[in-house]
């Protein structure tokens, strides 16, 4: 008896150690930042001005509040995104997980420093470290969440059922996908892309079937999931990967980042295609070098290209709940959006790495570089392909091609322009610009008048001539 009040007082005075060791780093943490924080306020705010302009700020506020009726002139949009929230609940039920899974590629879901690492290390347990850690995370979560329903509730005349109900659905999705995210976060590219289109496509089958049960068959699934993960919790961790990643997140201060001109950066950086055969292989092309030379630049920058084409993509998965002019309207802000994005990359690769310094045939750095910017588009046609095979019509194959033509014109237009600038030629696209907007406006107006599609085959010809087959497909 005497044996077993002593092994529960040794394991109490363990919990006890572990938790204060874990809070003395959590303590030291926040008294950095908040110094770092200060001494950047110091630098910035001066605190008269700063008393004059909040009390300025906050009487226009009240006033405004007070006077103004503002809720009472918003009251429509209020009520249409209360109507249309209450049909696309289900909706983004089954969309979240892909949030995660996106995520997945750059953030471990649970931020384990070094300094939590090192704790490790010396006789302290590492799971209940790692647990402190989720509750905190969760605690904050709750404090977030209910302060913005607070807030709702008290501004919006939104229904308090309505808010309350997608908070806790937020809620729910970032407690159950903290576990699935950090295994993920350790696999391979190829399992995690492999996850991350397989959601996508259920998605499209939910879509294209109209069904509204995809989304908790996903949640129950993922929540069983975790009966095989939970025990394997530990297993097959890449601490230096996840230390590396987390201390870049937990000391990457943006308001910092901005004052001091400076930019965090990681350490290390670890290539999702570094272990692979085919990487080790001699150059047997010239084709085949300007294609490594992609592939090492796009995986560097992954995290922003994902994160703007899964932005991209849950938006026209979300917009064919809307109206059939909302959809094309985001059809038109997609290929506006993705083409702009292509020619940013491809002239930001030229102002890094060897590429800096050295002369390179453009011309031959466009066709390799198509190749890849078509893998992005073509995940951004699955739900336009979905969306059409829905609305399926003798107009829906004209209006399809006419949206991809638009696509590549604007690609090739926007590249065009890049090139002359990277080049420092004399011409001018102006032209083609203009058409290039045209056309993305008629893809936005086009469901009013499906006969626009037919200008398909001008665009498409137009391409052929200025830049010839080879350069269209």
């Not at 908040?34 to 226009?60: E, N, R, S």
């Not at 709750?142 to 308090?160: G, M, N």
């Not at 209006?399 to 090139?419: C, E, G, P, R």
């Not at 137009?462 to 497909?473: D, E, P, R």
Request: net charge positive; charged share 15%.
């Amino acid at each position: 008896m005497i044996l077993k009040q002593l092994d529960g007082g040794s394991m109490m005075i363990t919990r006890k150690t572990d938790f204060r060791a874990y809070w003395l780093i959590r303590r030291g943490r926040f008294a950095k930042k908040k110094k770092v924080y200060k001494q950047v306020a110091a630098i910035v705010i001066d605190l008269t001005t700063a008393i004059y302009v909040a009390a300025l700020v906050g009487y226009i506020g009240v006033s405004l509040f007070l006077t103004g009726n503002i809720i009472e002139e918003l009251a429509p949009f209020f009520a249409f995104v209360e109507e249309n929230a209450s049909k696309g609940y289900l909706l983004l039920l089954s969309v979240l997980p892909i949030r995660y899974i996106v995520r997945s590629f750059q953030h471990p879901g649970l931020l384990f420093s070094t300094s939590e690492y090192q704790l490790g290390l010396l006789p302290f347990s590492r799971e209940k470290i790692w647990a402190f850690i989720l509750v905190e995370k969760l605690i904050k979560l709750l404090l977030l969440y209910s302060s913005i329903a607070a807030l709702l509730i008290l501004v919006t005349p939104i229904s308090s059922s309505m808010i309350i109900s997608y908070l806790t659905l937020f809620a729910v999705y970032d407690l159950v996908m903290v576990v699935p995210q950090w295994k993920l976060f350790q696999q391979r590219f190829w399992i995690k892309a492999g996850w991350l289109l397989l959601f996508i496509l259920s998605n499209l089958i939910a879509v294209i079937l109209e069904t509204k049960l995809i989304g908790l068959l996903q949640l129950i699934l993922i929540i069983l999931a975790h009966i095989y993960m939970l025990p394997r919790l530990f297993k097959g961790i890449n601490w230096e990967r996840v230390t590396e990643i987390s201390d870049y997140y937990i000391w990457n201060m943006l308001v910092v980042s901005k004052v001091s001109q400076t930019k965090f950066k990681k350490k290390k950086t670890y290539s999702i295609l570094q272990n692979s055969s085919r990487r080790k292989r001699s150059f047997a092309t010239k084709f085949s070098i300007y294609h490594r030379l992609w592939e090492l630049y796009l995986v560097k920058n992954f995290g922003v290209i994902a994160q703007v084409i899964g932005a991209i993509l849950l938006m026209l998965v979300a917009l064919q709940f809307f109206e059939e002019w909302i959809f094309y309207i985001g059809m038109a802000v997609a290929i506006h959006v993705y083409t702009a994005l292509c020619a940013n990359l491809f002239h930001n690769r030229f102002h890094a790495d060897i590429v800096e310094v050295l002369p390179w045939d453009l011309s031959m750095y466009k066709r390799t570089y198509f190749n890849w910017m078509a893998i992005g588009g073509g995940l951004l046609f699955l739900p336009i392909f979905s969306y059409f095979i829905r609305h399926w019509d003798i107009w829906a194959p004209f209006q399809l091609v006419f949206v991809i033509s638009v696509f590549l014109y604007a690609y090739h237009v926007n590249m065009d322009k890049t090139i002359i600038v990277l080049a420092k030629k004399a011409g001018s696209l102006q032209l083609r610009e203009g058409l290039s907007f045209v056309f993305i406006i008629l893809v936005a107006i086009s469901h009013m008048l499906p006969v626009i599609s037919l200008t398909a085959i001008g665009i498409v010809w137009a391409l052929y001539f200025q830049n010839g087959l080879k350069s269209v497909i």
